[in-house]
């Protein structure tokens, strides 16, 4: 090879390596910055770069808004986009006019304090490392362009030059393309700490400005949001639309036309956006569907240890035309007073068609410092709330309340078609605190309660609660709906369950509904204090229980009363072990039941058999009842029916097995029916030592019918030293009982109570002084025979003291013609006289009959002498007549009687052949309703003598 040959190929390879260092620095400069001017601005925009950062400077100025455009932008790992702006600016907006993305895994920096707008309709997304540093609000919008109200656009799809007219803050984004693309999130970068003094990471705005994400479809994959005191937005479009845009300072706010097709927004893999603060601090998501997935977190509230009593956090609201879905453990919707914090919490609401809260994870607002939780409201077609299927058995929560706060619990207000709450799930509001729990109200069509906790079998619901440690009281349950169904231990429940020493009421449940159905479900108002128990009212056209346990109930177990229990319905049915009770175990007053109904049916016994006896099941009924060891009184029971049915073992109660007296229980009915071993009680053991305040009496007013069957009891017994037995009263129609079943009022150590019974008739039972098992007993028995009580049976509308007279030994004036041979002692003695008619007996012997359309006066009865009970009986005087008889003519016995033309009754001693054609007065017959007289039909005077 020649020299000159080797020096070339000398060159040539000094050449490629000299390329090639040029080619290394090209490339080193392209992964330090992706940021390239597309000169479409009057004054474009000029990037320099020093070692890692870019610095962005020029751009065209119009007013306090500075426009830049770029070919592509993108900032990747370790490096930084510096937008170095005049102090005077308010807007950066910054446009990306190619057709590549924009990837954000680096720093992006501005001077203060202007906002900085990213417009990229191919999409952005902001890497693991990607973090801003900028000076007011940020946000990243894959829309096509700015709009400046009627000034003209700024637009990334035609890049015009801006007009020298958008010198105000843009208001609106204009998405014009028919494929929005995507924004992602997945920055966890080191942010620095909140105000709290946390460590936090992800993308950040200073403290009080926005942060907003608006483009197609939202994602975020374990990256976080940062917008402390400020605001963050979330949310986009799938088609062509606009999208208010409010600049009010430095803080953002958008307006999401309901027009346009939304885009997806979800949060997974532990994401978060966090707005916590000293006051203030809002989020709002405005989308299709929004997920909130894998233990992601959305939070807004006062921060832990800050806060003053005039701090108000800001609100969250979620918007969604599809589904809203918050699921397993760890997820949650927050607004919340932190603890240590003071100050207000702000309202939460979710406006959504479908919203699910499942495995354990939570939407609430709540306080857990010294102030007031704001409210929680949901407008949805369906809401379901469902619970763990996690080992540890976390529940779902849609709740409000205050933890160890002074300050109310928030209402939780729910508008939709279906509310589910299953498994273990718990929608309600509480309190801890010395405020007030909230209110719950469902406005619904229908309302499914279902299940307990898997893990732990604590019973889901509905919720009013004044929990432990709580001086405040717990609110109210309001629920309007179609259809209410509560099954398998599910319950809707109010409490005072703070403790013996508070003071704390529980709230009431009004529940109005046409059709109410629990099955082996509860309704129910209870205290645990000294607070009274809330009230529980139910007006429904159907209330239907069934299986034990479930129940509608309202009870105290300390010194407490507890509230009162009505029930309006058509038909009112109990049965397998269902109950209806009011009741006291402790040292309060237990409640009164009152039921109107059309149809009330108890019915049967449990399947499930007593723990303590095997052999023993739990009875369908209505109770109002005290039990052992409890010294509070019992309620009263009242039902106003048209038919009460109560068979196959199962009951109506009020009674005592405490030291607290027994209630009473008052039944008005058209009918009753007790069948197979059913019974209604008012038994006690308890004292009565108030004569004011009468115990363990049953009172029926029963129009028509009062029946009893099978074993069937009625009883106020009493057990016990110095206890009385209770009184029965019964006014009715009709009372029949059959197959040894009894009428009680018995007391196995004291006196026996007392039976009064009003009744047009009386069959199969009767009053005794030993019960029989072979018959049908009315009975007062007593410890001793001269302790029984007393028995009364009178037929209505007599008093037995009042109208009655003595019969007149003679029944005719002696100066009427009747034979001896009538006269007691003769052979004609056995002979007898009847004498009937609607109207009584008749004036006297001798008078005609009455039409059978008259209907005569009682008997007038002659007053008799003063001394007539102590005189003896004279004989029969012969009777004499008045006018001479030239010789005597012997009387001869009358074998017959005839009425003469006046119609006189003539008794004959032959009767003469009669007249076939003769007239007749037709016989009259009706009932007798005489005090003391058998009851019978009175037919047409005849003698027979």
């Keep these: 090879m020649s020299e000159i040959s080797k020096r070339l190929d000398w060159l040539q390879g000094l050449g490629i390596v000299i390329v090639s260092a040029i080619a290394i620095a090209l490339n080193a400069n392209i992964s330090v910055a992706q940021i390239t001017p597309d000169g479409t601005l009057p004054n474009s925009s000029n990037v320099k770069l020093e070692g890692n950062t870019s610095i962005i400077e020029g751009g065209t100025t119009r007013g306090a808004n500075l426009f830049h455009s770029f070919q592509e932008f993108s900032v990747p790992n370790g490096s930084t986009a510096f937008f170095n702006n005049a102090p005077d600016i308010q807007n950066i907006l910054t446009r990306v006019t190619g057709k590549s993305k924009s990837e954000i895994d680096g720093l992006i920096k501005s001077n203060r304090p202007a906002n900085l707008f990213l417009i990229n309709p191919n999409g952005i997304i902001f890497g693991k490392n990607a973090s801003l540093n900028i000076g007011g609000s940020f946000v990243a919008t894959t829309a096509n362009a700015l709009e400046f109200g009627n000034f003209g656009f700024f637009s990334a799809s035609n890049p015009e030059a801006p007009s020298p007219l958008l010198t105000v803050n843009p208001n609106a984004l204009l998405f014009n393309q028919m494929a929005v693309s995507p924004i992602q999130n997945s920055s966890t970068a080191p942010a620095g700490k909140d105000p709290a003094g946390f460590k936090v990471s992800g993308l950040r705005v200073e403290d009080g400005k926005s942060l907003l994400l608006v483009g197609g479809n939202v994602n975020m994959d374990d990256g976080q949001l940062n917008a402390y005191g400020g605001r963050v937005e979330l949310g986009g479009l799938t088609s062509s639309g606009t999208v208010a845009l409010q600049i009010d300072g430095n803080n953002f706010r958008l307006g999401f036309p309901a027009e346009s097709a939304r885009a997806d927004v979800s949060l997974a893999n532990e994401s978060s956006v966090h707005v916590e603060a000293v006051d203030g601090g809002s989020i709002a998501v405005n989308a299709r569907n929004l997920e909130v997935l894998d233990g992601s977190v959305i939070s807004a509230g006062i921060g832990s240890n800050l806060g003053s009593v005039n701090s108000l956090a800001g609100d969250i609201t979620l918007n969604a035309t599809g589904e809203i879905k918050v699921l397993g453990e760890g997820s949650y919707v927050f607004n919340r007073v932190r603890s240590q914090a003071l100050g207000n919490g702000g309202n939460l609401t ?353 129009k028509d019918l009062l029946l009893l069957g099978r074993g069937s009891n009625i009883t106020t017994n009493a057990r016990g030293e110095n206890v009385i037995g209770g009184n029965i009263n019964i006014n009715t129609n009709i009372l029949a009982a059959f197959e040894n079943s009894d009428i009680t009022a018995n007391s196995t150590d004291f006196r026996g109570g007392r039976v009064k019974i009003n009744t047009q008739s009386l069959f199969g039972i009767q009053s005794r002084k030993e019960p029989s098992p072979n018959t049908s007993d009315i009975t007062a028995k007593g410890a001793t025979p001269d302790l029984s009580g007393n028995i009364e049976i009178t037929p209505p509308g007599v008093n037995p003291s009042n109208g009655l007279v003595e019969l007149p030994i003679n029944l005719v004036d002696a100066s009427r013609q009747i034979s001896t041979a009538c006269t007691p002692g003769t052979r004609q003695f056995q002979n007898t006289f009847v004498a009937t008619g609607r109207g009584g007996l008749p004036m006297s012997p001798t008078e005609p009959l009455q039409d059978s359309s008259t209907v005569s006066a009682w008997v007038k009865l002659r007053p008799k002498s003063e001394n007539l009970a102590n005189t003896t009986p004279l004989p029969q005087p012969t009777a004499v007549s008045t006018t001479p008889i030239a010789a005597t003519i012997p009387i001869v016995e009358a074998s017959g009687w005839v009425i003469d033309r006046k119609g006189n009754i003539e008794l004959v001693a032959e009767v003469p052949q009669l007249n076939p054609h003769s007239s007749w007065q037709t016989p009259a017959s009706c009932p007798v309703s005489q005090g003391g007289v058998k009851y019978g039909k009175i037919s047409a005077a005849k003698a027979n003598n």
């Design 350 to 702: 979710v406006n959504t068609r479908e919203l699910l809260v499942r495995d354990g994870a939570q939407v609430a607002t709540g306080a857990f410092g010294a102030g007031s939780s704001g409210n929680l409201k949901v407008n949805a077609e369906t809401v379901e709330v469902i619970g763990s299927n996690t080992v540890d058995g976390s529940s779902s929560n849609l709740t409000t309340q205050n933890q160890g706060a002074t300050g109310n619990a928030g209402d939780l207000i729910i508008n939709t078609k279906t509310l589910l709450v299953q498994d273990g799930a718990q929608v309600g509001t509480g309190t801890f605190g010395a405020g007030k729990g909230g209110n719950l109200t469902v406005n619904a069509d229908t309302v499914e309660v279902m299940g307990s906790n898997a893990v732990d079998g604590s019973p889901g619901g509905l919720f009013a609660n004044a929990d432990i440690g709580a001086t405040g009281n717990g609110g109210n349950i309001t629920i309007n709906s179609n259809e209410l169904l509560v099954q398998d231990g599910a319950l809707i429940f109010t409490g005072a369950r703070a403790g013996r020493k508070s003071p704390s009421n529980g709230g009431d449940i009004t529940i109005t509904t046409q059709k109410l159905l629990l099955q082996k479900g509860g309704v129910g108002a209870a205290t645990r204090g000294a607070g009274r128990g809330g009230n529980v009212s139910v007006k429904a056209d159907i209330v239907q229980l069934s299986g034990f346990p479930a129940a509608i109930y309202s009870d105290t177990d300390s010194t407490g009363d507890a509230g009162n229990l009505t029930i309006n319905t058509k038909i009112l049915t109990a049965r397998d072990g269902a109950q209806v009770s009011t009741g006291t175990s402790g040292a309060g007053k237990g409640g009164n039941l009152t039921v109107n109904a059309d149809t009330v049916q108890v019915i049967g016994t449990s399947a499930e058999v007593s723990t303590k006896d095997s052999t023993k099941r739990f009875p369908s009924g209505l109770f109002t009842s005290t039990t052992r060891n409890s010294t509070g009184a019992a309620g009263d029971l009242t039902i106003n029916a048209q038919q009460l049915l109560v068979t196959d073992e199962a009951g109506v109660f009020v009674q005592s097995l405490g030291t607290g007296i027994a209630g009473n229980l008052f039944v008005n009915a058209r009918s009753i029916r007790l069948n197979n071993n059913a019974i209604l009680t008012a038994n006690t053991r308890s004292i009565n030592t108030d004569p004011n305040q009468p115990q363990a009496t049953i009172t029926l007013q029963v």
